[in-house]
């Protein structure tokens, strides 16, 4: 996760602070592409849309056929 | 630039906000200065480019003479009309093994049709045309019903046909099934196994008792402990597994809890699941109307949510960003009934109302109807409310098929579930990524 802490300077002639101390950080970065695709509603949206850093199911499920059968 | 109406702003305990945007799903964590420097942008105050480049990307900050409402349209409308992704939802039948309660099944098998081997074949000639029109780098089959494992021999037909042609068009070809899981043995899923099927989505209607009171087989025998052993046998093979949990005027927590317990018990360890209300759509299944949670009723989800996430249960909460509500409004997307015949959405199949078309011998969508026109030119942007709305990038105008039940036309708008627990989600969705964010439970901001 990335953290920006941004120092501003205000403008003198108002009632502000000289310095404004000001946080903006980016949480969740847009979906975009095929994370975009729809499913019908009486699927699992999950197959679909996928959080960032989740294993998508196929590739799951993969991996634990490889472990399991040692293929 | 200005802030975009697609905002929504969640105040945190400790000062300053969460702002997600409805059209990106892009989420910030911004204080009360960088939000007050946002909002007075135009007055000339400085926000560092970097920053300002990110919160224009994830949509939080759009141009002056941008119409938001203008750039969803042309969004949805590429979703709509020019996807790569085919989706075909194959019927092999529409028989199906079970009684459910609240299924038009349990009413004495108001439909019957198996779907033929030549069918079979038509069907399948019609996603190849499909597939090669489009020049499909992916496509997807999803075997449904009634229960298709009835109908086995056509549903490895049709994972065996739908492999090759992937391999021949190089593309990329995504295969499940639908099932009530009641007929799987090791014999088939070892079948499903071989040929590699990317999962199999189950539902569960709750703990024991409640799943058996309705989902039951015709002699009235419940289905729980049979499911389990299907899920057993598919487990063991590392099948990827969907639960689908159906939720009503029954479900508890402590009901739901009982029922991960279960799935612990047989060590169930590669499976995602979802909740999804119960719903009454069709004359056949309409006694039991008064068990199902209207959309404005389904406060319980948070506490499943949560359940789940202590438990451990792979459960998806992020908020939907949404261009077309579902496949179904996209001219990308069949659901091909038995007969070959064919409807947009699943839950009107059957229903020679919706139909669509049919498939000819040289498997072309032939006869097409009125309700095909009908149903891809729907534009929420063309309703005023959902113009107005904020979520309407989460909902993408709402089911066609209820704002038919509702309305008798499909050109209307539909706030369902989505629209009324997304900001649930959404806040489930950032303490399950972000446990340590200070997030206000009770509180949001309209700003």
Redesign the interface.
Known sequence: MEK?I?L??GNVTTRRSLV????????????EGH?????????????M?R?PG?TP??D???L??Q???GK | MVLSKYNVFLPLKNGGYIVYNTFSGATFRLDEEAVNALRQYSDGRTIPETSLAKLSRGHVIVGEDTDETAVFRVEHNKAKFASSVLQITILTTYQCNLACSYCYQGKGDVLRGVMSPSTVNKTLLFLKNEVQRRHCGEFSVILYGGEPMLNFEACLKILDVSRDLAKQENARCHESVITNGTLLTSENVAELYKRDIENVQITLDGPRDEHDHKRKYKSGTGTYSDIFKSLTLLNDLGIGIVLRMNIDKNTSVEGVSNLLDDLKKINLENYNTYFSALRCLTGACSDYAGMCLQDTELNILPALWNLCMEKGVNVSCRPNVLRVHCSSQTDSSYAVDPSGDIYKCWEFIGDVRHRVGRISDDGEMVDIKGSYYSWLSRDPTFFESCRKCQWLPSCGGGCVSKAYVKHKSYDFPHCGDIRYTMKYRLKAYLKQMFPNLPMNEHEESSR
């Open positions: 920006l941004y501003i300077t404004t101390h000001m946080e903006i950080e980016e949480l969740i970065a847009p979906l994370e975009l695709r729809s499913c019908h509603c009486s699927m699992n949206e999950m197959m849309i959080p989740v199911l196929e799951l499920a993969k634990i056929k472990v399991k059968t």
